[in-house]
Nanobody
Framework: QLQFVESGGGLVQPGGSLRLSCAAS????????IGWFRQAPGKDREGVSC????????NYADAVKGRFTISRDNAKKTVYLQMNSLRPEDTAVYYC???????????????????WGQGTQVTVSS
């Protein structure tokens, strides 16, 4: 069964950095694009970034472009999200999800996805 375990979150000051990891199991990892999504308190889940199955193509939400970098290691079945220059508005629980392609990466994809892991909490605060 498709499963994700997210880790690497924590409390960081504005301007700081964190590296999130998403370990996958139960499916053909290198056949799927992987997206990072986040959900802040009282808000809907939103797309943050997506990486293609090969790792050769990436997408970013406008809010994180230039600050976040997504990557993947297919041998380890793990996707990473390097987050730099963090802002208080980045505070959320971060999740990853599998997609057939990053062309489907959107906030609305999150609304219909049913295989969420437990997520990892990121809090940006002084």
């Amino acid at each position: 069964q498709l499963q994700f375990v997210e880790s690497g979150g924590g409390l960081v000051q504005p301007g700081g950095s964190l590296r999130l990891s998403c370990a996958a199991s139960g499916f053909s990892f290198d056949s799927y694009a992987i997206g990072w999504f986040r959900q802040a308190p009282g808000k809907d889940r939103e797309g943050v970034s997506c990486v293609s199955s090969s790792g050769g193509s990436t997408n970013y939400a406008d809010a994180v472009k230039g600050r976040f970098t997504i990557s993947r290691d297919n041998a380890k079945k793990t996707v990473y999200l390097q987050m730099n220059s963090l802002r208080p508005e980045d505070t959320a629980v971060y999740y990853c999800a599998a997609l057939r392609s990053c062309i489907y990466f959107s906030d609305s994809y999150a609304a219909t996805y049913n295989y969420w892991g437990q997520g990892t909490q990121v809090t940006v605060s002084s």
